[in-house]
């Protein structure tokens, strides 16, 4: 079982930042991709950035330049710094990890949502 828990959202006035985090912990063997969807009322849940264990990263074009995605691999951490917050960054965001528990067995883990606001 791999379980994330997640930190750092909230509410923020527009242009301001926020940091959130994920921590992986459980039974498992490696930790490949980690990253962040988030998901708005009405709207698709969105890949917001994901990056890999040697650091290769992948973000939204609605973020990209405003959003920073790192990780810790010795912690199984992964970071989201948010900044330039605008309204439409108001969303639940998401944590999710690809796990590998075995040599043929991968598992994809979510966290529990945590809200970000931008608003004035």
């Known amino acids: 079982q791999v379980q994330l828990v997640e930190s750092g959202g909230g509410l923020v006035q527009p242009g301001g930042s926020l940091r959130l985090s994920c921590a992986a912990s459980?039974?498992?063997?490696?930790?490949?991709?980690m990253g962040w969807f988030r998901q708005d009322v009405g709207n698709k849940r969105e890949l917001a950035a994901s990056?890999?264990?040697?650091?290769?990263?992948k973000y939204a074009d609605s973020v990209q330049g405003r959003f920073t995605i790192s990780r810790d691999n010795a912690r199984n951490t992964v970071y989201l710094q948010m900044n330039s917050l605008k309204p439409e960054d108001t969303a639940v965001y998401y944590c999710?990890?690809?796990?590998?528990?075995?040599?043929?067995?991968?598992?994809?883990?979510w966290g529990q949502g945590t809200q970000v606001t931008v608003s004035s």
């Open positions: 459980g039974s498992f063997w490696s930790i490949n991709t």
């Open positions: 999710f990890a690809d796990a590998k528990l075995a040599a043929t067995t991968t598992y994809t883990a």
């Open positions: 990056v890999t264990p040697g650091a290769s990263t």
